[in-house]
């Protein structure tokens, strides 16, 4: 979930200079001779499903790599893109998450997040944005999440604006420099790690602007993706008791099945939210949970997040990525439970590397494949559509 909503025409990131080979080929429809091909699926026109086309991939510039994809990832927001409800430039190669393995190399060395050499083969997995590092919000709030002039693969860069494919739904990807590149143990089951590939560190940064701490009752609105991340890294920090609210029926059950929450409770069924509300709040002895995180997305979760939240207690809210409009709150609610309360916005590099050195205890507690869902390169419009209607837990496309 870490896209930008500002306009890519406006970062540093602009093409200034003569078209490049994928470029002209966008404008032309003539072919180059280059020694690589990549098969990519291009968000053309919002409301349709996308394209397979097939580009050009250039040598990566100095400091810059191109992976060879093994999974691109499917996110909540690559539907909203679809849909267009996020400001954005066509056409673009979509896929803002993935894991592939090192194939060329931009000079000598690029380094790893950690510094050290990366080398051909290795697998790894890589941050879905860039920072400029010379805004306000990067140089004096320190803020690189709410960087004004962001760059996110899939999302903020137009196809044909650099050496090759900027998304991770591409048989090869091109990443610039500048790009926290995280290398994958060998110990890592790749579809584990892409589990939770937007929305763990999502989470890890969530949980960093308000820790879980030993012996809290935990409250998670939402049963996607990011909520159950939500849920199963409460549980690793601590957590007494972890109560899932959300739905459809079948997304809990996948979560209890995964081992992730001790309670799940669907608000969205033939009853409505009402029952499911009042049994969270029955679980939490009455008082309300320590600490409320939202992941669901809907506005209207929000006034009942806050009355789930006890006095003294927190309220984080993560879910409401996408502006989906005004809800009505009772403000006498902060007030009275005298609530701390939290947004967060995307992640950096370090969230990424924070989830991938927690890989190893995630998904040796959690059945974390079982939550995943693969489709070929060609099926992406299918994957796009069972993420928009929930029916799979985490899509990911394989290029290769
Ligand atoms: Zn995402
Ligand atoms: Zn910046």
């Known amino acids: 979930m870490t896209h930008t909503r500002q306009h890519p025409k406006g970062g540093p990131q602009a093409p200034a200079t003569a ?56 996110c909540g927001t690559d539907a909203h893109l679809q849909q267009g409800k996020l400001p954005i430039s066509t056409p673009v190669v979509l896929g ?44 004096i709030h320190g803020e690189p999440t709410l960087c004004e002039n962001r760059t996110t693969y899939g999302v903020t860069i137009p196809a044909g604006t650099g050496p090759g494919p900027a998304g991770s739904w591409s048989q090869y990807m091109c990443l610039r420099p500048g790009t926290t590149v995280v290398r994958l143990s060998g110990g890592i089951d790749p579809p584990a790690a892409m589990a939770f590939a937007c929305a763990g560190p999502t989470m890890v940064h969530a949980l960093r602007r308000r820790p879980v701490r030993l012996g809290e009752t935990v409250v998670v609105q939402g049963s996607g993706p990011v909520g159950l991340a ?39 069924g033939a009853d409505g939210p009402g029952p499911a509300l009042a049994r969270a709040l029955e679980l939490t002895g009455g008082r309300g949970a320590d600490l409320v995180v939202e992941c669901s997305g809907a506005p209207e979760a929000v006034g009942q997040g806050l009355r789930l939240t006890r006095r003294g207690g927190a309220y984080l809210i993560v879910g409401q990525y996408t502006d989906r409009g005004d809800t009505e709150v009772n ?32 998904a040796g507690r959690f059945d974390l494949p079982g939550l995943v869902t693969s489709f070929p390169l060609d099926a992406a419009g299918q994957a796009l559509a069972h993420v928009a209607d929930g029916s799979v837990m985490k899509a990911v496309l394989r290029p290769s």
């Not at 967060?344 to 050195?357: N, R």
């Open 331 to 362: 403000p006498h609610q902060f007030v009275h439970r005298q609530l701390t309360v939290a947004g967060s916005w995307g992640f950096t590099g370090a969230h990424l590397a924070a989830y991938v050195d927690h890989l190893p205890v995630l």
């Open 96 to 139: 803002h998450e993935g894991l592939g393995v090192v194939a060329e190399l931009g000079g000598e060395p690029v380094t790893d997040a950690t510094g050290a050499p990366l080398r051909p083969g290795d697998t790894v997995m890589w941050a879905s944005s860039i920072s400029c590092g010379t805004c306000v919000p990067c140089r």
């Open 19 to 74: 078209a490049t080979g994928e470029e002209r080929e966008l404008m032309t429809g003539e072919t180059t001779t280059a020694a690589r091909r990549s098969r990519c699926v291009v968000l053309e026109e919002f409301g349709r499903p996308p394209a397979v086309r097939d580009l050009t991939v250039d040598r990566p510039p100095p400091g810059g790599l191109v992976v060879e994809v093994r999974f691109g990832g499917v």
């Open 230 to 268: 939500a849920a199963a890294l409460a549980q690793l920090s601590g957590a007494a008791q972890v109560i899932v609210v959300g739905g459809p029926k079948e997304r809990l059950d996948l979560a209890a099945r995964a081992g992730i929450g001790d309670h799940h409770l669907d608000a969205v």
